[in-house]
C-alpha cells in the first residue's frame, strides 16, 4: 500500500521554527519530483515547495522564500521542510506530494502548523 506520512506539524509562535518531514511507504522516492503543499483554513491548497529529482533543483513560491528550505533524503525516501521566521499567515495544513511522469501523484495525509502572533 502506497502511503506519504508527514510529521512534525504543531504549534509555535511568530518567528518560530518547525521541521516537517514526510516518509514515503510503497513507493520510492529516487526518481520522483517532490513537493510540499498548504491549505490555509477556507482557501485553496497551494505549492509551497518542490525538490526535483535531477540535480535536486528546489522552487519556492514567494512569499516563504528566504525562510524555507525544502530537502530530500532518497536513502531514508523523506522529504522535509525547514520553516524559519514563521508568520501567522503560514498558518495550515500542510501536505507532501510525490508525482512521476506517467504515474498518478501520491498525497500525504497532511499535518497542521498554527503560528500564533
Known amino acids: 500500500q502506497v502511503q506519504l506520512v508527514e510529521s512534525g506539524g504543531g504549534s509555535v509562535q511568530a518567528g518560530g521554527s518547525l521541521r516537517l518531514s514526510c516518509v514515503g511507504f510503497?513507493?520510492?522516492?529516487?526518481?520522483?519530483?517532490l513537493g510540499w503543499f498548504r491549505q490555509p483554513p477556507g482557501k485553496e491548497r497551494e505549492l509551497v515547495a518542490s525538490?526535483?529529482?535531477?540535480?535536486?533543483?528546489?522552487s519556492y513560491t514567494d512569499s516563504v522564500k528566504g525562510r524555507f528550505t525544502i530537502s530530500r533524503d532518497d536513502a531514508k525516501n523523506t522529504v522535509y521542510l525547514q520553516m524559519n521566521s514563521l508568520k501567522p499567515d503560514d498558518t495550515a495544513v500542510y501536505y507532501c506530494?510525490?508525482?512521476?511522469?506517467?504515474?498518478?501523484?501520491?498525497w500525504g495525509q497532511g499535518t497542521p502548523v498554527d503560528v500564533s502572533s
Open positions: 506530494h510525490a508525482e512521476k511522469i506517467g504515474r498518478p501523484g501520491v
Open positions: 510503497g513507493i520510492t522516492f529516487a526518481g520522483r519530483t
Open positions: 525538490i526535483h529529482w535531477i540535480g535536486s533543483n528546489t
